[in-house]
Nanobody, 117 residues
Framework: QVQLVESGGGLVQPGGSRRLSCAAS????????MSWYRQAPGKERELVAV????????NYAGSVKGRFTISRDNGKNMVYLQMNMLKPEDTAVYYC??????????WGQGTQVTVSS
């Protein structure tokens, strides 16, 4: 079955960096775009970044552009989110997501990132 397992969250000071990882299994990873979403308390889940299957196309939310970088390793079935210059407003649960078909969307369990001094 499809599994997405995020890791790397934690407490970070403003201006700091953090790298999130997502380990994928149960599907042909190299065939699908992957994305990161986040959900802050009291807010809706929002798209943070997306990367296509062969890593030649990425897209970012305006709020993270220039600070976050999404990447993937198809040999390891991993997708990453490098987060730099973190701000308190980046505090959220971060989720890895894959859409295999229109009606088949899978999410990881999420990893908490807290940006605070």
């Amino acid at each position: 079955q499809v599994q997405l397992v995020e890791s790397g969250g934690g407490l970070v000071q403003p201006g700091g960096s953090r790298r999130l990882s997502c380990a994928a299994s149960g599907f042909t990873f190299s065939n699908y775009a992957m994305s990161w979403y986040r959900q802050a308390p009291g807010k809706e889940r929002e798209l943070v970044a997306v990367i296509n299957a062969v890593s030649d196309l990425t897209n970012y939310a305006g709020s993270v552009k220039g600070r976050f970088t999404i990447s993937r390793d198809n040999g390891k079935n991993m997708v990453y989110l490098q987060m730099n210059m973190l701000k308190p407003e980046d505090t959220a649960v971060y989720y890895c997501r894959v859409r295999l078909q229109a009606s088949k969307v899978y999410w990881g369990q999420g990893t908490q990132v807290t940006v605070s001094s």
